[in-house]
């Protein structure tokens, strides 16, 4: 089956998905150390969201690996 | 007897762009595709990185468990630590409030003046020393410093204020009501 994009294109877009995959993780980084510091610190109202948003973050990374398997078969 | 390179594809490349036959022994036997090495590469290193995200995501979970878990727990019940008379002014008084595992220290800072703290430095859980004529609770492991009147930090690796054990007095005793955990 002949690819839809060159190589190069490929290439482009993988180093894309990789760049946003980095940035969520310092994203769900910062978001571990504040949320720790917060529970500890006896501030438990803003744990639930930010249990949230790293769930969602985990599954967009999960999301943009599964596309980069798909892009490269 | 001459190798045979018919089942190896066209998409094949070298690393340095001369023909397959020109290639040292261990490359003809294990060819390998550059571009395609790279893909396999960073392909390895997003999966590598999605674990770490799933990990993060695990400790996130996590931290809200143990956050539901202690609300559902509940205020902690007020508890005697010591008899007024039994402290001199600058004394300090070693407890554990509200479980045996949570130490705490209680300070007489002037004759109707009581402070207690989580005796436990915020920055690595080593126990913190009173210095009452300075002011200060100090961590001998990092020279943490804390200020006895509010807990706050003033130098040192602490970022954290010192947990602080609400006071009450109770036919003549000094009583805990209550740990309040503070982020700044």
Redesign the interface.
């Known amino acids: 089956m002949k690819r839809r994009v060159s190589?190069d294109q490929?290439?482009t877009i993988?180093?894309g998905?990789?760049c946003v995959?980095?940035m969520?993780?310092v994203l769900?980084?910062w978001?571990?150390t504040a949320?720790?510091?917060?529970?500890?610190?006896?501030?438990?109202g803003v744990?639930?969201p930010?249990?949230a948003?790293?769930?969602i973050?985990?599954l967009l990374?999960?999301g943009?690996?599964w596309q980069?398997?798909r892009l490269?078969q | 007897m001459a190798e045979s390179h018919d089942d190896i594809p066209l998409s094949v490349l070298t690393p340095d762009g001369r023909p397959f036959e020109e290639q040292p022994k261990w490359r003809r036997d294990f060819p390998i595709d550059v571009?395609e090495d790279?893909?396999v590469a960073?392909?390895d290193?997003?999966?590598f990185?999605?674990l770490?995200?799933?990990a993060?995501?695990v400790?996130?979970?996590w931290?809200?468990l143990?956050?539901a878990w202690?609300?559902a727990r509940g205020t902690s019940a007020s508890r005697r630590i010591v008899a007024v008379a039994e402290v001199p002014v600058g004394g300090a008084v070693s407890f554990s409030y509200p479980n045996p595992h949570d130490a705490r220290v209680l300070v007489r800072t002037a004759a109707d003046d009581f402070v207690a703290y989580s005796s436990k430095c915020?920055h690595l859980s080593c126990a913190v020393i009173p210095d009452v004529t300075a002011g200060v609770l100090r961590c001998p492991c990092h020279h943490g410093l804390f200020d006895l009147a509010t807990g706050r930090p003033l130098a040192g690796p602490p970022?954290?204020p010192l947990?602080r054990v609400q006071l009450g007095r109770e036919q003549g005793y000094i009583v805990a009501l209550n740990v309040?955990?503070?982020?700044?």
Request: glycine share 6%.
């Open positions: 190589r490929l290439n993988i180093s998905m990789l995959v980095l969520l993780l769900q980084l978001l571990l949320t720790m510091n917060a529970y500890l610190g006896g501030d438990h744990v639930a930010a249990a948003v790293g769930t973050c985990f990374n999960f943009l690996f980069m398997r490269e | 571009p790279n893909h960073r392909r290193f997003t999966k990185m999605v770490v995200s799933f993060f995501a400790g996130q979970c931290i809200w143990m956050s202690r609300r915020t970022r954290r947990p309040e955990e503070r982020t700044t």
